[in-house]
């Protein structure tokens, strides 16, 4: 699990100084053990041919390697895309948390587990792998001596923080499925996850801290349960030291915690059980909980942090992302701790105290590996080089970027200012759905390109596939499409809770047979894919998914509404921006500005701040179809400034309301709300 690989890439920047060469060939098996029985395949490429056209043995030889199983698994996989069936190591045990936690105990005890940067600056706390199994085991305790049993769902509604990963992990020690809800989201987004989640447990903090602010997360958690009537226990622990409100209940965490034993039985856990519910939105208005499950996910999060990020023993992996979204459980949490290594939980922003605040972090935790969002990037380099060179990053080796496409000067700025050209950056495709990456540029040859701004080449077992507008499969090279994987994989989410029906029709049914995954892209002469963005109702604001239908449900309940048609915007920070176009009812006597503000804090009460329109513009009349369907390629050119591209507008019902929105547009020359 923990061999290094005796051919750390020597990276060079060669004729273009955007392209990224390696100088030396690595020996196939030192680089992965297991490819010792895949019968002569040499090289990364070959090993990726082979896990494709030899799926299963490919899998099964790494799962045999890479978790500790309590019962082998007697099958591979059992998969039918087609059907939505896909099961993976049927058969086999194993525990979660055993797999994070004690096998490293065993060997390495004291080895440090997590690096949590809290918000205060300099004041970071190191948890060994014995402390973490000791925390993770009086929490499963708890929960159990509560009453949580295998099969329950328990919502964590925590910031970034030790307590958070040992809570997840708990759940996995006693067999509960955990529902992370961003810190961010507001009472009622919680509430919808907790509801359809069907918890009857919910474990929170007293207050957050997040960038010198305090976030009141109980309150938040008191109002949200009003309207859950599921939940019965709210395990309280106390991020700060402000005494919060208690009710019957709630109960204290840390304080029963202490009452609780080290040692906690491990569930055996069957391959296919509920590991995690992740909620994340989809085209329409209402999210949907992917349903992530044992074994296929824990290795695929493992052996791609171990080889995109080219992770070896010893090494400090920093990735920012909150624990709330699928990076921080596949990259904070579960990838790093199934391979014995060290990972930072950040607790802040990237901004606080200073512009300089995560190159400070590299600098004192020594990161090796840093993993970061575009949209951070791109603030950042406008704060100027100096920020950066103020601290020394010479532990750096990697720098991995995720959740929105990275351009090309954001990419360059990461590896010439951060990486001072010598750390490969690997431009991470992936979902919350795919529950790890799936194109990325690493692995590959250590002398094969990276080219800025293209997430490149699938990770092992991945075969992506591009559909032209009849549903058929592109063969060509230099061609864009709708992108689909054409196998399943170990870490795929396995449905939507409570909605398989939704699953079907999302990912299953657009190109039966394949995986749809709601991305354009386009792949190059080389054969290198390029991400292209959504090509449904969804938005990427600073790296946050959001679904249009769900902003316009929020503003659609502001008593002053008719309607409202939402698009996302290009923002030169925030990588998307979202842009509202609001009809009013008749006679509504309100000034915009007033009524805008109005908007904006419904919109953060009902999911969360992030989604709150940049830009607000009020209209007489949405372009629709004469069936009734919003245009909103035509709105989208409007906000563009695109009007020569507005396309045919004969199918309009009245193309008149076009001219209108355009002219509205132009005296409101892009107010800000
Ligand atoms: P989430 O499930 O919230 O992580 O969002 C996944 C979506 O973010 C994908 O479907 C893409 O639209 C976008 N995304 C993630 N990573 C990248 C990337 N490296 N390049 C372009 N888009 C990305």
Redesign the pocket.
């Known amino acids: 699990m923990w061999l290094r690989c005796g051919c750390a890439a020597s990276l060079r920047v060669l004729a273009s100084p955007l392209r990224v060469l390696g100088l030396r060939r690595c020996n196939t098996a030192a680089f992965m053990p297991e490819s010792t029985g895949f019968g002569g395949v040499s090289g990364r490429s070959g090993l990726q041919e082979f896990s494709v056209s030899s799926s299963e043995s490919f899998w099964a030889a790494v799962a045999r390697h890479r978790l500790s199983w309590i019962r082998p698994f007697t099958a591979v996989q059992d998969c039918d895309l087609s059907r939505g069936r896909i099961r993976w190591f049927e058969g086999g045990k194993l525990n979660v948390s055993v797999n994070c936690l004690d096998r490293h105990v065993h060997t390495c005890p004291d080895r440090v587990a997590l690096m949590w940067e809290r918000d205060e600056k300099g004041s970071e706390v190191r948890y060994t792998y014995r402390e973490l199994l000791e925390m993770t085991c009086r929490v499963g305790n708890l929960l159990r001596r509560h009453g949580v049993k295998k099969g329950d769902c328990v919502t964590i509604y925590m910031p970034t923080c030790p307590l958070a990963v040992a809570s997840m992990l708990a759940c996995a020690r006693i067999g509960a499925a955990h529902n992370v809800v961003f810190a961010g989201f507001s009472a009622e987004a919680l509430a919808e996850r907790i509801r359809d989640a069907q918890s009857s447990t919910v474990i929170t903090v007293n207050q957050g801290i997040r960038g010198g602010k305090i976030l009141e997360l109980k309150k938040t958690v008191d109002t949200a349960v009003q309207s859950c009537p599921t939940v019965q226990q709210v395990f309280v622990a106390m991020r700060t030291d402000s005494p919060v409100a208690m009710t019957a209940r709630d109960i204290a965490m840390e304080e029963e915690m202490l009452k609780e034993d080290v040692v906690c039985e491990p569930a055996a856990m069957n391959s296919e059980d509920t590991l995690f519910l992740l909620y ?1 939105s989809g085209s329409t208005g209402k999210p949907k909980g992917l349903v992530h499950t044992q074994a296929g996910y824990l290795l695929y999060a493992a052996l791609t942090h171990r080889y995109v990020f080219n992770y070896h023993d010893g090494d400090v992996f920093g990735c920012v992302a909150d624990i709330g ?3 921080g459980h596949s990259y904070g949490v579960y990838g790093p701790l199934a391979n014995g290594g060290t990972t930072v939980l950040f607790e802040s922003t990237p901004v606080y105290p200073d512009p300089g605040r995560y190159w400070d972090m590299v600098e004192r935790l020594q990161i090796n590996q840093f993993y970061g969002a575009p949209t951070a990037i791109r603030l950042l380099l406008k704060f100027g080089d100096e920020w950066v060179n103020k601290y020394d990053r010479s532990s750096l080796k990697t720098l991995g ?5 990275i351009n090309t000067e954001a990419w360059e700025w990461y590896y010439r200012v951060v990486g001072e050209e010598r750390c490969p950056v690997v ?7 795919t529950g790890g990456i799936c194109i990325a540029p690493r692995p590959s040859d250590p002398d094969a390109e990276i080219v800025p701004g293209m ?1 490149m080449r699938p990770f092992f077992g991945i075969k992506p596939a591009l559909m032209d507008t009849e549903g058929k499969v592109i063969s060509g090279n230099d061609a864009s499409g709708a992108l689909c994987l054409a196998q399943p994989w170990p870490g795929m989410a396995r449905t939507i809770h409570n909605d398989h029906q939704r699953f079907m029709e999302t990912y299953c049914q657009p190109y039966p047979g394949y995986f749809f ?3 354009g892209a386009y792949r190059s002469v080389e054969g290198y894919y390029q ?1 292209t ?2 090509l449904d109702d969804v938005i ?1 604001v600073s790296g946050h ?1 959001i679904g249009t239908a769900e902003i316009e449900d929020a503003v659609n309940q502001c008593p002053a509404v008719a309607e409202s048609a939402v698009i996302g915007y290009s923002h030169d920070i925030k990588g998307q921006a979202v842009f509202a176009f609001v009809v009013l009812k008749k006679n509504v006597d309100v000034e915009e500005a007033d009524l805008s503000r109005q908007l904006n804090g419904i919109v953060s009460e009902k999911i969360a701040k992030y989604a709150c329109p940049d830009f607000i513009q009020f209209v007489q009349r949405l372009p629709k179809t004469r069936s009734g369907k919003i245009m909103r390629r035509v709105l989208r050119k409007v906000v563009e400034l695109d009007l020569d591209s507005l396309g045919d507008l004969s199918t309009l019902d009245d193309p008149a309301a076009v001219q209108e929105i355009i002219q509205g547009h132009r005296d409101t020359s892009m107010k800000s709300t």
Do not use: F, L
């Not at 431009?427 to 759905?433: G, P, R, S, V």
């Open positions: 994340t979204w699928i990076t970027s995720v959740g929105e496409p431009d991470t495709w992936w979902q919350t759905e997430a995954t709601g991305d991400i963005g959504r990427n998914r």
